[in-house]
């Protein structure tokens, strides 16, 4: 298994994978298909699991899918030990926030795309190695839809600093750091691991171990 020994590296990896999958889902499906929610969960600078929302959950309340990803990300402390989680999901982005005059960016998308662009983002969160405090990476990269069934996409923007408020509205991160905090549990026998893989099956996640 390949070793991703910083942030970037990893975020970079969950980003090509996504844009590969968004491009290849426009191909087959045509405008308006949407990334399923995906988890990646790393352990001393190594994949380990991932973990996809089924794409007939992705339709349930958002309340409902919540309670999903924070069980989830409670496990993959837990049971998988990760110690750093990267979260892949499409969304909105604008580059001149003053002109949104207090909209939600999917709200003023629909009033003025040329103001808010469609995104896939990538969320890192990681332990720090030295204090174990958390770090919260953002990197996003718009893209529009080309007749033909074509994505242009457009240059991708990072943020370490100020994470907070760019994703003020976005209750994702706060799961992702809350679940880096769980304890790791000393052992967990393969029956232990089959229930809880079974658990979050049940919940529309399909899991893979890597």
């Not at 983002?121 to 529009?144: A, F, G, M, R, W």
């Not at 209750?171 to 232990?192: F, H, K, M, Q, Y």
Request: aromatic share 8%; charged share 25%.
């Amino acid at each position: 298994m390949d070793e991703y020994t910083d942030s970037m590296s990893k975020i970079a990896l969950c980003l090509t994978g996504a844009q590969l999958a968004k491009d290849l889902m426009v191909q087959e499906f045509g405008i308006g298909e949407e990334l399923a929610f995906n988890f990646f969960g790393w352990r001393d600078n190594r994949l380990v699991m991932v973990a996809q929302l089924k794409r007939e959950y992705m339709n349930l309340p958002v309340a409902k899918r919540l309670e999903a990803c924070k069980m989830l990300c409670v496990a993959m402390t837990s049971h998988w030990a990760v110690d750093a989680v990267s979260f892949v999901a499409e969304g909105f982005e604008t580059l001149n926030k003053e002109k949104l005059d207090g909209r939600e960016l999917r709200q003023a998308f629909i009033e003025d795309e040329n103001l808010v662009n469609e995104c896939v983002t990538v969320t890192h969160c990681q332990k720090n190695e030295v204090n174990e405090d958390i770090e919260l990476y953002l990197v996003s990269t718009p893209y529009k839809y080309l007749l033909g069934r074509d994505i242009e996409w457009g240059e991708s923007l990072g943020y370490t600093r100020g994470t907070e408020t760019v994703l003020r509205n976005s209750p994702i991160p706060r799961l992702l750091i809350d679940g880096l905090r769980t304890a790791i549990l000393e052992s967990v026998t393969d029956e232990e691991f089959d229930e809880t893989i079974a658990t979050l099956t049940a919940c529309g996640f399909n899991i893979e171990e890597m």
